[in-house]
């Protein structure tokens, strides 16, 4: 098992900059892969970016260009999420996610075992 806490998300104005970051402690095996997810309100959640544990990325149309997913180089159980030239269709809660055997591809939310709680982000006009 796994238990993922994610933090660093904020409100800022279009074209502004966040660094999210999700913390997991437990059995690193259940982190091969992981990955960031969002839910706007009303809308179903929806993967924002993956990463697998040879590095490999996955990010979705959206984001790709703008976000950035990574792990930390000294403690590969922190990933984080840079989010630069935000806008406001990128407001929602931001949630870090892992698996053991998801492949990098996989969007459907429910083939995700592991979830933090979500990190709220607000981007103004």
């Known amino acids: 098992q796994v238990r993922l806490v994610e933090s660093g998300g904020g409100s800022v104005e279009a074209g502004g900059s966040l660094r999210l970051s999700c913390t997991a402690s437990?059995?690193?095996?259940?982190?091969?892969?992981m990955g960031w997810f969002r839910q706007a309100p009303g809308k179903e959640r929806e993967k924002v970016a993956a990463?697998?544990?040879?590095?490999?990325?996955?990010y979705v149309d959206s984001v790709r260009g703008r976000f950035t997913i990574s792990k930390d180089n000294a403690n590969k159980m922190i990933l984080y999420l840079q989010m630069n030239g935000l806008k406001p269709e990128d407001t929602g809660m931001y949630y870090c996610?892992?698996?053991?055997?998801?492949?990098?591809?996989?969007?459907?939310?429910?083939?995700?075992?592991?979830w933090g709680q979500g990190t709220q982000v607000t981007v103004s006009s």
């Open positions: 996610a892992a698996d053991p055997y998801v492949s990098l591809s996989v969007r459907r939310t429910s083939a995700v075992e592991y």
């Open positions: 437990g059995n690193a095996f259940s982190t091969n892969y």
């Open positions: 990463l697998d544990r040879d590095g490999a990325t996955d």
